[in-house]
DNA sequence: TTTAGGG
DNA sequence: CCCTAAA
């Protein structure tokens, strides 16, 4: 059975000048770099990655060169998403609101305009005093908030936002760019975070989402959990119909739990919801998932309807003075402007520039992935099917890529055509512009997990579908939505390829292979960049979580009851072998807990219940074998003994 | 490679 | 689950 669909990636929102000028020498430096984690993650990668390409030629021409001098006057970036018709619904943020560090993530939903959501990313740096100080001695800790502005869109159905944030801030912040791969060039922008506990409520309708102050991972973890699976990761085939028209919060809720039948949604994002603290496992795990997602949303968030907006703004809406960057927050048309006190943004569809010193706004609708071909057994299970697909997909993405541009369905080839003389920076035009992602004829995907991925042609994936899944593993995140093959089909040209935009720059990025992703740095003032592909890095991919069953539960208790605690290589053999992602040391940390799970109250327990029994069981058997244990230590070494 | 433990 | 020092 062979299957060969084109999978629909993400949503992605750009704005990007027409002409790259920002010297990346210039940047700062990046953290040190992380592993991965997970490698369902690497779509998020591409997609932050080109999302970060992209939005590093944003930079507005006034911000461009003032950034330096003036990114210690700026210590917050706000990004707000008005509502239409009130836009002071989504004004919770004002700068006493935040504390220091705060994260400020929120979705703002419109219950029946079809959806906006914003994400309001607060933060300030400690560290920079200088012209921050000013407004923010007095209050000690708190912010100043650069409000931003974003005007959704509504007049269209997708799920948008404007990210209007003023390109003149966000050098100020410093973007740093960075490999969306490592973790760590998010360093700076996570560390910040983490340093500071957060919040997370849901407002009202339950549409809003607050995550300020806090761990922030956890809380903009979830938050950007939705970013990546209804913007990015998600394929439109699932029906961006059907998505539009819910609100943004509902949409990735709903998105997590069609997928994987609520696993994640119940495992994962729900219990986090709950309790703000989460065990450091878990903290580790969903942090460097979300750290990618965070920076992708940051770029993504900026799509908007699908539209492509620019609009001067009178100089007299702006108010500016050195250093900080102000606009009418009240006008639910944000009005952006520089030190100059142009405009750089707006919301207005109507202008658009001709001018090659304007800035071109355009948002990614989507991608399209390149065309997957799946072969697989017919009595396989759709669990391996979607599994099979998950890894095709992986492997794409994170197997190098390049960004296609097409304008008019016409393939833009030459990268050193200004968008201006390609005829991009024409806002009629925008609507027949398109973003393809290709694979790097250069780059062999990288190996993988599955060692069932086979790359057949930098067009196609072979993937031959592991044997039966085993059911003990329950699938889990590397499974796309389930209906994501089925609806594939339908994901029409339109949808995938309508507005993006042009940049002639992106495909030279890649060309260096290197993937950019943007966000704000906290110290820095300049922008970094770092390479995204590290040969090695996609190979380090963290395991999927595989909680034990009861039935493996029984096994091992079985098995050690007989063997003993110290011989885990043999409690592998006797009771795992056949089991082949459950390792000794598996075995040894599932003892450990459960160790540590018989001797807690049963209130305290999380996942699925182990049979009392069973618990007696391990208590009694891990006490006979330290037992035994303590006195083989102490033939073996009877001096050693207390007397 | 295995164990043993901390993270 | 990950990471690692030790064995």
């Not at 989402?209 to 699932?238: F, M, Q, W």
């Not at 999380?606 to 391990?618: A, F, K, S, T, Y």
């Amino acid at each position: 059975m062979v299957f060969q669909k084109r999978l629909d990636v993400g949503f992605i929102g750009c704005q990007i000048p027409t002409m790259p000028r920002f010297p990346r020498s210039a940047r700062g430096k990046r953290s040190p770099p992380k592993k991965v984690e997970n490698n369902q993650m690497h779509p998020f990668d591409l997609l932050a990655t080109v999302a970060g390409e992209l939005l590093e030629k944003r930079e507005s021409p006034c911000s461009l060169y003032e950034t330096a001098e003036r990114t210690n006057h700026v210590n917050s970036i706000k990004q707000k998403q008005l509502d239409n018709g009130s836009p002071s619904k989504s004004d919770i943020f004002d700068q006493g609101s935040c504390d220091e560090g705060s994260f400020v993530a929120r979705f703002v939903s419109h219950e029946e305009r079809r959806a906006a959501s914003a994400l309001a990313l607060v933060k300030s740096d400690a560290s920079e005093k200088d012209g921050f100080a000013g407004k923010s001695a007095q209050s000690g800790l708190k912010c100043d908030l650069q409000k931003l502005k974003i005007t959704g869109s509504l007049k269209n159905d997708a799920i948008g936002i404007h990210n209007l944030e003023d390109p003149m801030d966000l050098d100020s912040k410093a973007i740093a760019l960075v490999s969306s791969d490592s973790s760590v060039e998010l360093t700076p922008f996570v560390d910040y975070h983490s340093a500071h506990s957060s919040s997370f409520q849901s407002v009202k309708d339950g549409a809003e989402l607050v995550v300020d102050k806090d761990d922030d991972e956890n809380s903009s973890g979830r938050t950007h959990n939705c970013a990546i699976y209804s913007k990015a990761l998600k394929p439109h085939c699932t029906g961006e119909r059907r998505v539009r028209k819910m609100t943004t919060s509902n949409y990735w809720k709903a998105d997590l739990e069609a997928m994987n039948d609520g696993e994640i949604w119940n495992r994962e994002i729900k219990p986090a919801l709950r309790s703000r603290k989460l065990s450091y496992t878990r903290q580790r795990t969903q942090r460097s998932s979300f750290k990618r997602k965070k920076l992708l949303e940051r770029v993504s968030f900026s799509a908007s309807n699908g539209g492509f907006c620019s609009q001067d703004v009178p100089d007299s809406l702006v108010k500016c003075d050195k250093c900080d960057t102000k606009f009418d927050s009240s006008d639910p048309h944000a009005h952006l402007n520089d030190a100059h006190g142009r405009s750089c943004s707006t919301t207005d569809q109507r202008l658009s520039y001709e001018s090659a010193d304007h800035p071109v706004k355009l948002s990614i609708k989507s991608f399209r992935v390149p065309e997957l071909f799946i072969e697989i057994p017919a009595n396989a299970t759709v669990g391996s099917l979607k599994r099979t697909v998950m890894e095709a997909v992986t492997a794409v993405l994170s197997g190098g890529l390049r960004v296609g541009v097409l304008l008019q369905g016409k393939k833009i080839r030459d990268d050193n055509k200004t968008l201006v003389q390609a005829g991009i920076s024409n806002t009629d035009k925008l609507d027949n512009l398109g973003f393809t992602l290709e694979p790097n004829p250069n780059r062999a995907p990288p190996p993988h997990n599955s060692n069932s991925l086979v790359p057949e042609s930098p067009n196609k994936i072979l993937t031959h579908a592991a044997p039966a899944p085993d059911q003990a593993a329950p699938d889990t995140i590397t499974q796309p939505p389930p209906n994501t093959t089925a609806n594939c089909t339908e994901s029409d040209h339109d949808s995938v390829h309508s507005h993006t935009n042009p940049s002639s720059s992106v495909d030279q990025m890649y060309d260096n292979s290197k993937a950019l992703v943007p966000i704000l740095a906290v110290k820095s003032d300049a922008l970094s960049v770092i390479p995204l592909r590290n040969s090695r890095r996609s190979e380090m991919v963290r395991r999927i979580r595989r909680p034990f069953s009861v039935s493996e539960v029984e096994a091992l208790v079985q098995a050690v009851e007989k063997l003993g605690t110290g011989r885990w290589r043999d409690v592998k053999l006797r009771a795992f072998d056949s089991v082949k992602h459950r390792t000794y040391v598996d075995l040894k940390d599932k003892w450990k807990t459960l160790v540590h799970t018989a001797r807690i109250s049963p209130q305290q327990r999380r996942g699925e219940p182990v049979p009392q029994d069973l618990l007696d069981r391990v208590l009694s058997a891990h006490a006979y074998w330290c037992q035994q244990q303590a006195k083989s230590t102490r033939l073996a070494e009877p001096f050693l003994l207390p007397a």
